[in-house]
């Protein structure tokens, strides 16, 4: 079964400072990784989704993240924090398995933005 | 405006009570998921229907029921069966169960049973 990793149950930044979040998975076919947003007391939203047409995918709000099949990792990064990106990050993996059709997700890390 | 509606957004029951969470999507999407969130634990999946009046067990689907009866609903019912019910619920949708496909989140139901 596949299986998402993400390291750092909390990470902070300073404003203006990169911002990267990471994410491992495991899976025994090629996956399919997404990356969610969650607002506090809110629903999720998409990021970015990774769907093998290109290792390196752009997102909104300015974050991308980077297919990497030799280290099993699928890093969310943006080059500047804004106090607005404050919230938790989810990364998810789904596969093209027959009866197996489900998003499996980490356990989230929590950004804060140091003003 | 499409999207999806999730009522209440706060729920308290008292302990043995039955309690129906409310889903609605005008996504026109035929898939809808039932998530629970609990803290530090990421999202857990309940069930899942793939078309009307069909819908099959997630992973933690002990002590729920849903029904599919429109494709605009999936309404999920947390029984007194269920141990620990208190959690925040997500419902989901998306237009396919392609590993690809985007799924839409509602704002979500805080629900607390004392």
């Given at each position: 079964a596949q299986s998402v990793t993400q390291l750092g149950s909390h990470v902070s930044v300073s404003e203006g400072a990169l911002v990267l979040l990471r994410c491992n998975y495991s899976s025994s076919v090629p996956p399919y990784l997404f990356w969610y947003v969650q607002y506090?007391?809110?629903?999720?939203?998409?990021?970015l989704k990774y769907t093998s047409a290109a290792t390196l995918v752009k997102g909104i709000n300015g974050f991308e993240a980077e297919f990497k099949k030799s280290e099993t990792s699928f890093h969310l990064t943006k080059p500047s924090a804004h106090m607005s990106d404050a919230a938790e990050y989810f990364c998810a993996v789904s596969v093209s398995e027959v009866g197996n059709e489900k998003l499996t997700f980490g356990t989230g890390t929590r950004l804060t933005i140091i003003p | 405006d499409g999207g999806i509606t999730q009522s209440p957004k706060y729920l308290f029951r008292k302990e043995g009570q039955n309690v129906t969470l409310s889903c609605e999507q005008n996504l026109n999407h035929d898939a809808?998921?039932?998530?629970?969130?609990?803290?530090?634990?990421?999202?857990?999946?309940?069930?899942?229907?793939?078309?009307?009046?069909?819908?099959?067990?997630?992973?933690?689907?002990?002590?729920?029921?849903?029904?599919?009866?429109?494709?605009?609903?999936?309404?999920?019912?947390?029984?007194?069966?269920?141990?620990?019910?208190?959690?925040?619920?997500?419902?989901?949708?998306?237009?396919?169960?392609a590993p690809s496909a985007e799924q839409y989140f509602g704002p979500g139901t805080r629900l607390t049973v004392t």
């Open positions: 506090p007391n809110q629903g999720l939203q998409l990021l | 809808m998921y039932w998530y629970r969130q609990d803290p530090g634990q990421g999202l857990r999946l309940i069930y899942y229907s793939q078309i009307v009046n069909d819908f099959q067990k997630g992973d933690i689907a002990e002590g729920y029921s849903v029904s599919r009866e429109k494709k605009e609903s999936f309404p999920l019912t947390v029984t007194s069966a269920q141990k620990n019910p208190t959690a925040f619920y997500l419902c989901a949708s998306s237009i396919g169960t």
